[in-house]
């Protein structure tokens, strides 16, 4: 059988060549050693298939002991490496009690002789990064937000490199062949390597995750709007006809007026979101185009970026209306993901966004389905762009952002960490984190894939939740939905993941298909933004996004409309007038810079 570190042999041609063919949720690490997956030396010469021996020349030190998984790959063993995993999303991580003991971590052990333990935290994921790394406080290794450009974790990540606070991956990452494919272009997109992923030194600090292995494993996050299914009925409007967010708005109002109690007798909210404010633009959704960047190119051929227009203005004094008008719930902008499920789960709010799975979860942890099925969240709309055509997915040519694993320079064994993330990233692996194991949790089809039996189906199908944690206790499902880099369960089991293609709630089926991935091909004009000189110190405050929230939200809760108004210009003058005036400057470079390649898109 022809090993996968042969992959590793490949030009990148080649490799670009057959990406869909090789492979591609909802909810939610000083000195560095050389590793030593597949039993391949340092130059990516593959080892001879001999049950277990290593080539002569290893340089990875090792006692000769492998593990040869099903489709023949090997990995090195260890003596019983236990690493932490910080998952630094705010929200928490659910895990097993015993994280040691439980059956997976026991299976994987006695396979690799590695265990991983996760702990999750609930405060900004930004404030715990500065935290970290201002105190040296680090775990083995992280998983966080990087989406890139001038979000606020990725310029914490990309200062935390820079000062030598993470291991330096790059050389390390060919080696684990199952989590190698990470940088490979249509996985992520060029302008994700090129800015984000690759430094100036030509290092690489960050393992890009949840990235799609295939195409048919892009996940289909189902943003948007939902609705207390009683509520549309009650109120004689069809929710499928609510195409703008000014239609919305009237819906909402007519909602309010209406006098809804929840499951308890209490009066509802209208609108709320998840943590944070999580995601309150899906209400004004109808204000966007359809395109992948913040900028736009105006009928002058000059580029605009769009928080200084007209339209900016306009669509954040839509969100202070749903305030004014006792619409948006007031507390969603600094409320916990719990809080906003607890709201959601019994029907205290008629309307909520975000991602649908989301929204069904919570109201199956509280039975709101059980007891009370006409309060089902269905979709409105789905809502439509500027132009009129309905919302999707959109999508670059490969993810540019994404959530990452890094590895401070206090994780104790770097090799370890990478041959642990290489085994579950795995056929072997990913089928054992994500089913359990066969004749107890799964059956094979007669194809061959994994399938949860219909024990375990029928029960999950009943109660979700119940049965989750059920199956956390064994180790199954929690590992997963962290740690998976170039994701291929589609490609290689016919389903998103266990219970997807028998058991996943209908309602979520049918608006996946409602709000397909569409892949708007071309290189993306912010791609360029970081070859303006002094770039670096002037996203920092031209991006902030801590910076926009102060004023955007101050303006939500203005008592006068003139008065959001005032304040939402007052942010584009900074915009426009910071640092003498830098941002002119560097909109005049990126007009020069938008006629460089002839597949600029914005």
Not at 385 to 407: K, L, N, T
Not at 586 to 596: E, N, P, Q, R
Request: hydrophobic share 30%; glycine share 10%; with cysteine.
């Amino acid at each position: 059988m022809k090993k996968k570190a042969m992959a590793l042999l490949l030009s990148a041609a080649m490799v670009a060549s057959v990406l869909t063919g090789c492979g591609s949720g909802d909810g939610g690490d000083s000195s560095q050693s050389s590793g030593s997956q597949g039993g391949q030396e340092e130059s990516g010469t593959p080892a001879a298939d001999d049950g277990g021996s290593a080539d002569e020349g290893q340089t990875a030190a090792d006692d000769g002991e492998y593990y040869t998984d099903e489709d023949g790959n090997k990995y090195k063993k260890f003596d019983d490496v236990q690493l932490k995993m910080l998952i630094c999303w705010n929200g928490g991580f659910k895990t097993a009690s015993d994280q040691y003991n439980n059956d997976v971590a026991t299976a994987i052990r006695e396979k690799i002789g590695v265990t991983v333990e996760f702990e999750g935290i609930n405060m900004s994921e930004t404030e715990k990064l500065n935290q970290m790394f201002a105190t040296g406080d680090m775990p083995d290794m992280i998983n966080a937000p990087y989406w890139g450009g001038s979000a606020g974790e990725t310029g914490v990540i990309k200062k935390a490199g820079n000062e030598g606070r993470l291991i330096d991956i790059k050389d390390l990452v060919p080696n684990y062949p199952n989590i190698a494919d990470a940088y490979d272009i249509g996985v992520i997109s060029t302008k994700y390597l090129e800015n984000d992923i690759e430094t100036e030194s030509g290092a690489r600090y960050v393992l890009p995750t949840e990235v799609a292995g295939s195409k048919e494993d892009i996940a289909l996050w189902a943003y948007g709007v939902f609705v207390r299914g009683d509520v549309p009925e009650a109120l004689g409007i069809d929710e499928k006809s609510i195409k703008t967010s000014e239609d919305l708005l009237d819906f909402m109002k007519k909602a309010r007026d209406y006098g809804f109690k929840d499951i308890n007798g209490n009066d509802c909210i209208v609108a709320t979101t998840y943590h944070n404010g999580w995601s309150y633009n899906d209400y004004g959704a109808s204000f966007d185009q359809k395109k992948l960047t913040n900028y736009s190119l105006g009928e002058d051929g000059k580029v605009i970026y769009d928080k200084l227009s007209e339209n900016y203005v306009n669509k954040q004094l839509f969100f202070w209306e749903m305030v004014h008008e006792g619409i948006l719930d007031k507390e969603c902008f600094t409320q916990t993901d719990d809080r906003g499920k607890e709201k959601v789960g019994n029907g205290t709010a008629l309307f909520s966004c975000a991602q649908y799975g989301v929204t069904l979860d919570a109201t199956k942890m509280t039975g709101l389905y059980d007891a009370h099925p006409e309060m089902r969240y269905i979709p409105v709309g789905p809502l439509t762009y500027q132009d009129g055509s309905p919302m999707v997915q959109v999508e670059s040519e490969g993810r540019s952002g994404s959530p990452a694993i890094i590895f401070p320079t206090t994780c104790t064994d770097i090799d370890a960490a990478l041959t642990w993330l290489d085994y579950v990233n795995s056929k072997e692996g990913t089928k054992l984190i994500c089913y359990g194991f066969e004749g107890d949790t799964y059956e094979l089809n007669d194809q061959g894939q994994p399938r949860m039996t219909a024990e375990l189906t029928e029960r999950y199908a009943a109660n979700q939740e119940e049965v989750n944690e059920e199956l956390r206790e064994r180790g199954i499902k929690y590992m997963a939905g962290r740690t998976y880099v170039a994701k291929k369960n589609n490609l290689w089991f016919g389903e998103p993941g266990p219970f997807e293609a028998d058991a996943l709630d209908p309602y979520l089926v049918e608006y996946r298909e409602m709000r397909p991935a569409e892949i708007l091909p071309g290189y993306a004009i912010d791609a360029l933004a970081p070859g303006f000189e002094g770039y670096e110190e002037f996203s920092q405050w031209a991006f902030d996004s801590e910076k926009e929230n102060e004023y955007v939200q101050r303006a939500f809760f203005a008592d006068t409309e003139e008065e959001a108004r005032s304040i939402i210009e007052d942010y584009q003058e900074y915009l426009r007038t910071n640092d003498g005036g830098k941002m002119q400057e560097f909109l005049d470079y990126m007009t020069s810079v938008s006629t460089s390649r002839d597949d600029i898109v914005y």
